[in-house]
């Protein structure tokens, strides 16, 4: 931790996180800070200050006494009466009860009975912050390098123009170098196939047609399969791309003019409609190609058989009027048209153009209505328009973005600035309400439309820049890609012959609000979440908080199964493994696979604290205090401690006074506390469990159970039987249980002997019981869940009370209450409860599901249903567990316990080259083998003895 400290930034694991989020459930009705305001907040003050002069007039000192000053961080707070007193002279007589308490109970976090006016700030300095902050859009672009690639084959030209091609699957790329180079890359930029445009076939020389131009754009048409592309020799070349065989099918030459902006647009519903395929030329007009028939080919076939592309002269077109339809519209503009796109809705074509007077254009086809011209300095280089937003967005040589609304010319809405040089793309990104612009010296940028505020500025580093020098460029960088095209929406940008392509988020990321039925955020239900790796349950909230594997906490109603808050990104994008409860029920604590702890208020899901990494590995257990002094342990193999109680900043550093380094050889997998007894026991991976004095911080006792194979297996849980440590009687007992490969094993603590009894607990051999609970205070149960989803009750209320000897039998069992599958997959965590005065078991699985079920089997349901239920009505149960079974009682046989291994959570299992020799997936069966024979007896080692008084 020293070495940590000196050498590296603890707190940088926070700094890089994806910042958090929280939803809460509009049925918790407007939080306190939403409704107060500046004046309100100015009486409070009033407030606060007058019942600290009237306390300070009441404590004067007497003549002739001597009293104590109180000191100034003393002041007594405002108790629940009064608070509520003020706040209806504050905000007003109406106000609800339970409104004023929840406000106090959130301010009052850790349960003094009071609130100062100290505490009061600090929560809503918190509580403003958390909404500025999540009140700023994040760029959609994320934060991972871009995939970058040469296209060798461009011969140092620039790619002119990247198309995506879906048919046939898998997703294809195809580059358009200027010189006429076509290169066919895989979804991950490799290169597939090239092909080189075909030149003039007069000029064949020994075969070869070279071709001798500049390619202007190209554009994939979808229904028939094909690219098409334009170059300045006043032709167009269409490349046939519907097999894996790229090859040139027409080549139609002879236009009048240069085409230098194609557009193609189809019905994607009805594929053998018409279809259009608009051009923009170098004198500013527009012509367009109506393919009448595409599902039967672009042209009239030709009436006798000729080698290679078929060649359709352009003043030759009316001998094809069956295939295609075409049309001309002259001097749209006065400059070369340099973007063009069409709205079918309308039957609008948009062009734009390097022109002061006709900037952008969008005219209706028919010309029966005056169009709409947008002029500005310097003309447009680049646009783009969204009907839905109905919104534009230009960018030009002047380096301005400028978003302008559909039917006003005029003015802009807004004028971006930023960038260096001129504005060579622009996109409308509009799942999350951003622009996207990219600039001739590789600079791209992220805008928010709302706010016009720049998100994101990233300088492409390509390998072909050089110090002092711009780069060239297509007239068309941008490709940007969208599901179902592919999985995660991907922005591909071409700079001379390299090509990057980065990753976007799918909808709009951070921020905080309600959990509403519509436009839910992604989170967990009923047996589709994400896999939970932890539960608990908060009985002083009547709560059940559950941890996942994709870094989100959510906080459910026990009596309903409703979800009252959700935090995403809790830790970043790191999966959450543990959780725990601080001693006033209201702050929950987490721990992260990359070693970070967050501390949350559970009323709100306010982030109170970030604690000091130990090591930048998994946090496996955490404990909390009576004193709520915090015990965090894990891959790092040490005892960290916190001061959760005092602390008042966000970041709390870490105490490593327990004398703990080096006394495990192996990482810790479990922990658990024991009040009655001053102690703590600490399991790891090699099967050593270690008893912790809580006075001296120290390791007093060793337990440990080898097998014969003569490795231990790994410690999966541990679990103290508090009813009995605090009994006199008792004590000296099987107070300690600990899981390992699946044998639970009974352990005493202060006697002279340390084994009380262990038997396998799952039904298939070869299978880990991961998590252990106990009725509280009667320690009269015993629940297991094991890695196939079974889930076992035991009697354990005599069981544990006497010395098992060597000659003992090693699968004497306490007696099985109820056994059911509970789940699909592995049980990560159980806990038993009581709500309402019956015992419930809640149960936690790497399925995604979270369950709460009766003790007797009976299931309440999973958290996230669609129906809710009501705990205290039976009847609104989901069903009866079908699948109970009886504890079968007769002997089987190796071949008859052979069963499906159920799926063990990744912390026990995380690809480590030091555990895969002792510890692989095949091992467990090996260990469950020989926990079906006579054990031996463990060993202990003790360090010191611990008195049962």
């Not at 604690?611 to 909390?624: A, M």
Request: neutral net charge; charged residues 20%.
């Amino acid at each position: 931790m020293d070495t940590l400290r000196k050498n590296k930034n603890p707190w940088k694991l926070y700094e890089t996180e994806v910042p958090h989020s929280r939803f809460c459930d509009p049925a918790c009705g407007v939080s306190p800070p939403e409704k107060l305001t500046p004046e309100h907040l100015q009486l409070l003050r009033n407030a606060f200050t007058r019942q600290q002069a009237e306390e300070q007039t009441h404590e004067e000192r007497p003549k002739g006494r001597s009293v104590r000053s109180r000191g100034r961080n003393e002041e007594r707070g405002m108790k629940l009466e009064k608070f509520r007193e003020v706040m209806r002279s504050v905000v007003g007589p109406d106000v609800e009860d339970s409104w004023v308490e929840r406000f106090f109970s959130e301010v009052d976090i850790s349960c003094s009975g009071q609130v100062r006016w100290q505490q009061l700030c600090s929560y809503l300095l918190l509580e403003f912050t958390e909404r500025e902050r999540a009140s700023i859009p994040r760029a959609a672009l994320l934060d991972k390098q871009p995939l970058i690639r040469l296209c060798s084959h461009n011969k140092r030209e620039p790619t002119v123009r990247l198309v995506a091609v879906s048919h046939p699957p898998p997703l294809r790329y195809i580059s358009v170098s200027k010189g006429g180079q076509i290169s066919v890359w895989s979804s991950s930029l490799h290169i597939l196939k090239t092909l080189g445009l075909a030149g003039d076939p007069t000029e064949e020389v020994a075969s070869t047609r070279r071709f001798r131009g500049w390619t202007s754009d190209a554009v994939y048409m979808g229904n028939v399969h094909t690219v098409a592309i334009a170059t300045d020799c006043r032709d167009l070349h269409f490349i046939n791309v519907s097999t894996g065989a790229v090859f040139q099918d027409a080549h139609l030459f002879g236009f009048r003019s240069v085409p230098t902006a194609l557009c193609y647009w189809h019905d994607a519903q009805s594929p053998e409609q018409p279809s259009l395929l608009l051009m923009g030329d170098d004198k500013g007009g527009v012509h367009l190609l109506w393919f009448l028939n595409p599902s039967k080919g672009l042209f009239k076939s030709p009436s006798k058989t000729e080698s290679g592309p078929q060649r359709i002269f352009f003043p030759d077109l009316g001998e094809h009027s069956s295939m295609v339809s075409y049309r001309h519209i002259p001097s749209v503009h006065q400059e070369p048209i340099t973007r063009v796109m069409f709205e079918p809705g309308t039957n609008v074509v948009m062009t734009s153009a390097e022109s002061d007077n006709t900037s952008v254009v969008f005219m209706n086809v028919t010309l029966k209505q005056e169009p709409y011209i947008w002029t500005f300095k310097q003309g447009a280089k680049c646009f783009d328009y969204d009907a839905s937003l109905q919104l534009m967005v230009t960018g030009g040589c002047d380096r301005a973005v400028r978003l302008w609304t559909r039917f006003i010319t005029s003015r802009p809405v807004a004028s971006l600035l930023g960038h260096r040089t001129a504005v060579l793309d622009v996109k409308i990104y509009q799942p999350v309400g951003q622009i996207l612009s990219y600039s001739r010296d590789a600079e791209l940028r992220v805008w928010d439309i709302s706010s016009h505020q720049c998100l994101k500025c990233v300088a492409l580093q390509f390998p072909c820049q050089q110090p002092g020098r711009i780069p060239e460029h297509g007239n068309f960088p941008f490709l940007l890609l969208s599901p179902p095209l592919t999985e995660q929406p991907l922005l591909a940008v071409a700079c001379k012959d390299y090509l990057a392509v980065l990753s976007l988020s799918e909808r709009r990321r951070g921020g905080g609000g309600w959990l509403t039925d519509e436009g839910r955020e992604p989170g967990p239900n009923t047996q589709s979440g994400p896999p939970l790796s932890c539960a608990l349950y908060n009985p002083t909230l009547r709560q059940v908080a559950t941890g996942h594997e994709d870094s989100s906490v959510s906080l459910w109603d026990v009596e309903t199964g409703r979800r009252r808050l959700q935090i995403l990104n809790a830790h970043g994008e790191e999966g959450i493994a543990r959780m725990a409860l601080d001693s006033s029920h209201r702050r929950l604590i987490t721990g992260a696979r990359n070693g970070t702890i967050k501390v949350w208020n559970l009323l709100n899901g306010l982030n109170l604290h970030k604690l000091e990494p130990v090591d930048t590995s998994e946090v496996t257990g955490l404990t909390c205090l009576h004193d709520n002094q915090l015990l965090a342990v894990g891959w790092s193999r040490r005892v960290a401690q916190y001061d959760v109680a005092a602390a008042k900043d966000l970041y709390v550093r870490a105490d490593m006074s327990w004398k703990s380094s080096g006394v495990h050889k192996s990482d810790i997998l479990a922990v658990s506390q024991c009040s009655p007894l001053g102690v703590i026991a600490t399991g790891s991976y090699d099967g050593e469990v270690i008893i912790w004095r809580l006075e001296t911080q120290g390791p007093v006792l060793h337990l440990q159970r080898p097998t014969q194979a003569g490795a231990a297996p790994p410690v999966d849980g541990l679990l103290f039987l508090q009813h009995r440590a605090g009994n006199r009687k008792l004590r000296n007992r099987g107070v300690l249980v600990s899981s390992q490969a699946g044998c639970l094993c009974f352990w005493s603590i202060t006697g002279q002997t340390h084994t009380y009894g262990q038997f396998y607990s799952p039904e298939q051999p070869g299978e880990r019981v991961l998590s252990l609970s106990s009725d509280q205070p009667q320690n009269t149960i015993l629940v297991s869940g094991d890695t196939t989803g079974w889930l076992q009750i035991w009697d354990i209320s005599d069981y544990g009370l006497d010395v098992q000897h060597d000659d003992s039998p090693v699968c004497e069992r306490p007696p099985l209450l109820q056994r059911w599958r509970a789940h699909e997959r592995a049980i990560v965590s159980v806990d038993v409860l009581e709500v309402s005065g019956r015992l419930f078991v809640l149960t936690a699985s790497s399925d995604g599901s979270a369950g709460l079920w009766t003790k007797e089997g009976d299931h309440v349901g999973f958290f996230g249903q669609e129906v809710m239920w009501n705990i205290s009505e039976p009847e609104t149960y989901q069903r009866k567990a079908q699948r109970k079974l009886k504890e079968d009682t007769e002997d089987r046989t190796e071949s008859d316990e052979m069963g499906l291994k159920g799926q063990v959570p990744g912390h026990a299992f995380r690809d480590r080259a030091s555990h895969e020799e002792c510890y692989s997936e095949a091992s467990p069966t090996s260990l469950a083998e020989n926990d079906h024979k006579p054990p031996q007896q463990p060993m202990v080692t003790c360090k010191h003895t611990i008195s049962s008084r």
